[in-house]
Nanobody
């Protein structure tokens, strides 16, 4: 199953972006989905996750600024990012699986990701 992350770009501090994670199959409705990011020189980190039941969890660094949501009809998971900061600059990835796997981020395969750059 292929995942396609999109929506990244260059934005000024305080701005907003909405990332999309799309797939061809209806897998998101039965799996947890996570958004991750990796900044240069850093390890990949989980920033937000949503379970098949709709429960959401956020990293402390993005809590109150990012919102993860899911549209099962469109097989798409979104990450709305508001009040962006320079430290949010990273390549953002999405992935899916059982909640425990999403939490650990222990995937053999990752999609291409989408670059978010927050700079004035």
């Amino acid at each position: 199953v292929q995942l396609q992350a999109s929506g990244g770009g260059l934005v000024q501090p305080g701005g907003s972006l909405r990332l999309s994670c799309a797939t061809s199959g209806s897998i998101f409705s039965i799996n947890a989905v996570g958004w991750y990011r990796q900044a240069p020189g850093n390890q990949r980190e989980l920033v937000a996750r949503i379970t098949s039941g709709g429960s959401t969890v956020y990293a402390d660094s993005v809590k109150g600024r990012f919102t993860i949501s899911r549209d099962n009809a469109k097989n798409t998971v979104y990450l709305q990012m508001d009040s962006l900061k320079p430290e949010d600059t990273a390549v953002y990835y999405c992935n899916f699986g059982p909640t425990s796997k999403v939490v650990r981020g222990s995937f053999d395969s990752w999609g291409q990701g989408t670059l978010v750059t927050v700079s004035s």
